[in-house]
């Protein structure tokens, strides 16, 4: 700092990653890391954690609706205060879509098991995930269909969640990535 309390010219804005001397290249590979680990604990845990027929309740997937939402709108906080706030995006979005398509995998599975013929054929897990990815990638239909009317009810809604996720949720991610570089470059920061 100079005597009029600034600091000198091309010092990076206190509070900064930049300032405390975190490089991005370091971040970037902790960020990874993370991601591969969240991604490895859900696939796991879906694949591993006993599902039964009482967990097809609709209070259950709106329950695990709410708790991904409230997850995403954590990660967005988390971005708004970050160093590396197009980083933390990218986190928040291997941590939230993962957790939202493995929650209507495991729905597509449970309402299969509870009420068989609710789709052309029977669904392993590994199959109830397929399903739900390509509900998601909207690349359509061949061999899995919904042939009850609760499942096609529940694929509808997966739908809709995929157009909000994908419109409104990258606009969210965008506005807080936008938030925190503006932050950043102003040299303020969230007092939080």
Known sequence: MDATGSAPEGTPPAGTAASRGVRPGRAALVVALRCLTTITILVTAYFVLPFTRRDVDVTNLVLGLSAVTAVFALQIRSITRSDHPRLRAVEALTTTMPLFLLLYAA?????????????????????????????????????????????????MTQMVVNILAVGVATRILFGAVEAAVRRQTSGTRDPG
């Open 107 to 155: 729905t597509y599975f449970v309402i299969e098991e509870s009420a068989p013929g609710s789709f052309s054929e029977s669904l392993t897990r590994t199959d109830a995930l397929y399903f739900t990815l390509t509900v998601f990638s909207t690349v359509g239909f061949g061999d899995i269909v919904a042939r009850t009317e609760p499942a096609r009810v529940l694929v």
